[in-house]
């Protein structure tokens, strides 16, 4: 397994931006389809956007499409989210995730970081 460390979520008005951030340990780090998901309070964890290996294919949430781009730099270990034009209702923690396959499902991922809380305000 790859150990997982998310970064960059704050406060931010709505129709602003945020950057996410999600380094990996391990030398294994371009081997694995990334993913990012979300759990607002009371919520179940929904998913948010997946990227494969080597970054060539990407998958949104229609929640998000348009607005986020998840990408990776597999020299960095480190995977992204671009959040622009943030919604209030994107309020939630983020969670980045690590896996074999492209998938929405949460279940296929077995690598998850500890959260980042992004607060949008209207």
């Known amino acids: 397994q790859v150990q997982l460390v998310e970064s960059g979520g704050g406060l931010v008005q709505a129709g602003g931006s945020l950057r996410l951030s999600c380094a990996a340990s391990?030398?294994?780090?371009?081997?694995?389809?990334m993913a990012w998901f979300r759990q607002a309070p009371g919520k179940e964890r929904d998913f948010v956007a997946t990227?494969?290996?080597?970054?060539?294919?990407?998958y949104y949430s229609d929640s998000v499409k348009g607005r986020f781009t998840i990408s990776r730099d597999n020299a960095k270990n480190t995977v992204y989210l671009q959040m622009n034009s943030l919604k209030p209702e994107d309020t939630a923690a983020y969670y980045c995730?690590?896996?074999?396959?492209?998938?929405?499902?949460?279940?296929?991922?077995?690598?998850w970081g500890q959260g980042t809380q992004v607060t949008v305000s209207s």
């Open positions: 391990g030398r294994t780090f371009s081997s694995y389809v």
């Open positions: 990227i494969s290996s080597s970054g060539g294919n990407t």
């Open positions: 995730a690590a896996g074999s396959r492209m998938t929405t499902t949460e279940r296929h991922y077995n690598s």
